[in-house]
């Protein structure tokens, strides 16, 4: 299985992918277009989901998978859009 990370900060989202070739995407906060979650049955007992991003200049929408609380991975994300830069 692919190993993938992901870092957010009030500025980027940095996806990371690969074990021995090593592919990073930084995406700007402000190039993101929709982020959204989905989770199954089991995934809503669990607690965990997957969360898609659609920026511009990407062709497909990024899927992070497994990601635990996805509606507040998805609420915070939405909230460090809309604040100002720099803080």
């Not at 929408?61 to 609420?75: T, W």
């Amino acid at each position: 299985r692919k190993g993938r990370e992901f870092v957010l900060t009030n500025k980027r989202l940095l996806l990371k992918t690969g074990r021995i070739s090593i592919d990073v995407k930084d995406i700007p906060l402000s190039k993101i277009q929709a982020i959204h979650y989905r989770q199954g049955v089991f995934q809503r007992i669990a607690g965990y989901g997957t969360v898609s991003v659609q920026s511009a200049g990407l062709t497909a929408r990024e899927k992070l998978a497994g990601i635990v609380n996805p509606r507040e991975f998805q609420n915070f994300t939405l909230g460090q859009l809309q604040r100002p830069d720099g803080e």
